[in-house]
Nanobody, 123 residues
Framework: QVQLVESGGGLVQAGGSLRLSCVASGWAGFKYTMAWFRQAPGKEREFVAA????????YSGDSVTGRFTMSRDSSKHTVYLQLNSLKPEDTAVYYC????????????????WGQGTQVTVSS
């Protein structure tokens, strides 16, 4: 059973930075894409970023491009999301997710999810 555990969320002022981490355990050596999504109260879960197994291909959502950067350490089954220039509208629960195959922006194509970590940005 694959488990994903996110960490690094917290309360930060607008313009500040955070670094989220997600560790995958229980994986049997298959190559998989990892991604970050976020969900604010009353809103749909939104794609934030994704990265291929090799780390060579990364994708980001339009609202975070240029501010958020995703990276991975496959040897540690860990991905990171660096959040810079944070805005109040970035406030959400951030979820880590995995899927086999190439990165996708579609949440329904991911079949493993973590419990999420809260990011709150104050104005």
């Amino acid at each position: 059973q694959v488990q994903l555990v996110e960490s690094g969320g917290g309360l930060v002022q607008a313009g500040g930075s955070l670094r989220l981490s997600c560790v995958a355990s229980g994986w049997a050596g298959f190559k998989y894409t990892m991604a970050w999504f976020r969900q604010a109260p009353g809103k749909e879960r939104e794609f934030v970023a994704a990265i291929s197994w090799s780390g060579d291909s990364t994708y980001s959502g339009d609202s975070v491009t240029g501010r958020f950067t995703m990276s991975r350490d496959s040897s540690k089954h860990t991905v990171y999301l660096q959040l810079n220039s944070l805005k109040p509208e970035d406030t959400a629960v951030y979820y880590c997710a995995t899927r086999f195959g190439e990165p996708s922006r579609t949440k329904n194509e991911y079949n493993n999810w973590g419990q999420g970590t809260q990011v709150t940005v104050s104005s």
